[in-house]
């Protein structure tokens, strides 16, 4: 199995740009995708297959790969957007599922 | 409008059971994967176990912490997965989500955890 590494926090003004990375080593072939969850909520998918966005989700967040990273990016940040950030992925060699430790994304 | 509403949960002592139930609306049940994740009090999100659809046999995996003591079953005339908990241990207390799963990459959603429960706090204590 492989772990999913996340930045703890991530600090940015209203209207910043704000950009999450994940990494490991099973990213470098399989999907990442990316779920939003705010305090005492579920989480919300976001992201999947790298940089696909489900319907309802707004434009100003994206996501990219490169190599064993995924990024998300949030474009023009609001105060709403203000919550913590998890990734996940595919385990082939173990346990089907992984998540990473989280972000939290704290708006000024 | 997909819906997943979670019941059960409560306090357990350590060794006991609970079982967790969940309903799910909206969407094609019969034809869906099915997950149990968890978040325990103040950390991240962590798999717990999936149930594929029928036709697949409704095969069962589990994460390596509950492997052997938990087990979901679903019961498609009801749209109902279930989470039965045996030997409850203290590190299993946490808010435990019912999710709907992609079931791979070849799908439109790969293998997201697609829709997701409320959630149901799970409590373990003597």
């Known amino acids: 199995s492989y772990e999913l590494t996340q930045p703890p926090s991530v600090s940015v003004s209203p209207g910043q740009t704000a950009r999450i990375t994940c990494s490991g080593d099973?990213?470098?072939?399989?999907?990442g995708y990316w779920y939003q969850q705010k305090p005492g909520q579920a989480p919300v998918l976001l992201i999947y297959?790298?940089?696909e966005r489900p319907s309802g989700v707004p434009e100003r967040f994206s996501g990219s790969s490169s190599g064993a990273t995924v990024t998300l990016t949030i474009s023009g940040v609001q105060t709403e957007d203000e919550a913590d950030y998890y990734c996940?992925?595919?385990?082939?060699?173990?346990?089907?599922?992984?998540f990473g430790s989280g972000t939290k994304v704290t708006v000024l | 409008e997909v819906q997943l509403v979670q019941s059960g949960g409560g306090l357990a002592r350590p060794g006991g059971s609970l079982r967790l139930s969940c309903a799910a609306s909206?969407?094609?049940?019969?034809?869906?994967?099915m997950s149990w994740v968890r978040q325990a009090p103040g950390k991240g999100l962590e798999w717990v176990g999936r149930?594929?659809?029928?036709?697949?046999?409704?095969?069962?995996d589990f994460a390596a912490p509950v492997k052997g003591r938990f087990a979901i079953s679903r019961d498609d005339s009801k749209n109902t997965i279930y989470l039965q908990m045996n030997r409850l241990k203290t590190e299993d207390a946490a808010v435990y989500f019912c999710?709907?799963?992609?079931?791979?990459?070849?799908?439109?959603?790969?293998?997201?955890?697609?829709?997701w429960g409320q959630g149901s706090l799970v409590a373990v204590s003597s």
């Open positions: 999710t709907s799963v992609a079931p791979g990459s070849w799908s439109w959603f790969g293998d997201a955890f697609d829709n």
């Open positions: 149930i594929k659809k029928k036709t697949e046999g409704a095969t069962t």
């Open positions: 099973g990213l470098s072939d399989q999907y």
């Open positions: 996940q992925s595919v385990d082939t060699s173990g346990p089907p599922y992984v």
């Open positions: 297959k790298d940089n």
């Open positions: 909206g969407f094609d049940f019969q034809n869906a994967w």
